[in-house]
């Protein structure tokens, strides 16, 4: 949650954002003398607005010599934390008015590296073609991102059922065909099971510590147990595993598609799926939405489900 007015240190409370944008502009330019030329302003007027800065928090910013000229490491460090919010401010203020129904700016994504080499990449052509004003910012992470807390305007999120419950918005983005798969090693040495019930008998690669898998057949659901001795958090390292013949595990139907055609894995109970994979997107509530994210994720349920579920 962001921090009340009252509640901040008061140095920061008498910081000025358009002095913090020059300080922005001081780290990229490299100097005051090339930030006044970028900003067109008089180098004096730069040289103000980080005086200002820094006799609110009381530390030097800026190194003002010929020979070494640019930002003091608190400089770099206070420019970085304020670059975003700087960023984001002058977009949202950019968009009053015309330009509020054009798609522009950064756009802040967070996803799982799968779905990001193999969904997101893809498609990042033909949009941003589409859309010449938008910069996408695409963290690839198996970690769950906090995003309004770390200022992502998307989240693109796998689960097995349905999403924790939270104050973000969701929408379906595509049903996923999560099936079994072994390396062909594997295959060859051990056999493959023909039921459900015989997985148990088989090595697994666990993924995320899974120790059961409730599995979709043409008779319905059935829950059975796994076990291994190999965890995995990450459905790239799951696949490398499986190649490897280390053992039996679960896989998106993109990720095993180059696999199976290298005749390198095969499907296990071809007639049974992971029940219940699903991708959506999430992100923060607000109204009304920026034109950048609609157009992201109007473009994404447009393209992405024919690569994230296609048949086996």
């Not at 756009?107 to 799968?114: H, Y």
């Not at 996923?176 to 019930?197: C, S, V």
């Not at 499907?267 to 157009?295: E, I, M, N, Q």
Request: proline content about 8%; charged content about 20%; aromatic content about 4%.
């Amino acid at each position: 949650q962001p921090w009340p007015m009252s509640s901040l240190p008061e140095p920061l409370r008498r910081t000025r954002f358009d002095d913090l944008g020059v300080l922005v502009e001081v780290a990229v330019a490299g100097s005051l003398a090339a930030a006044a030329k970028r900003l067109g302003v008089a180098k004096s007027t730069v040289g103000r607005a980080i005086s200002r800065i820094e006799a609110n928090v009381g530390v030097t910013l800026v190194r003002r010599t010929t020979r070494l000229p640019g930002l003091t490491e608190p400089g770099r460090q206070l420019a970085s934390l304020a670059a975003p919010h700087v960023g984001a401010l002058r977009d949202a203020t950019a968009g009053i008015g015309r330009e509020s129904q054009e798609a522009y700016g950064v756009l802040r994504v967070t996803t799982l590296p799968d779905v990001a080499a193999l969904v997101i990449a893809p498609l990042l052509p033909g949009f941003l073609a589409r859309y010449p004003r938008v910069r996408l910012e695409i963290e690839a992470t198996v970690r769950m991102v906090d995003l309004v807390a770390e200022g992502f305007d998307l989240g693109i999120r796998v689960t097995l059922g349905r999403l924790a419950s939270s104050t973000l918005i969701s929408k379906k983005l595509a049903e996923m065909n999560i099936g079994l798969f072994a390396g062909t090693t594997y295959a060859a040495r051990h056999g493959l099971p023909k039921h459900p019930e015989d997985l148990i008998k088989h090595e697994a690669v666990l993924f995320a510590g899974w120790t059961s898998l409730t599995l979709q057949g043409a008779k319905g659901l059935v829950k059975v147990p796994i076990q291994g001795r190999t965890t995995v958090n990450d459905l790239f390292v799951t696949r490398e595993a499986i190649v490897a013949g280390v053992g039996i595990g679960p896989l998106a139907a993109f990720l095993a598609a180059p696999e199976l055609a290298a005749g390198r894995i095969v499907r296990v109970l071809p007639d049974h799926r992971v029940a219940g994979g699903a991708t959506y997107l999430v992100h923060p509530p607000a109204k009304p939405l920026s034109p950048k994210l609609v157009a992201f994720c109007s473009y994404l349920l447009e393209h992405a489900p024919r690569l994230i579920g296609p048949p086996s």
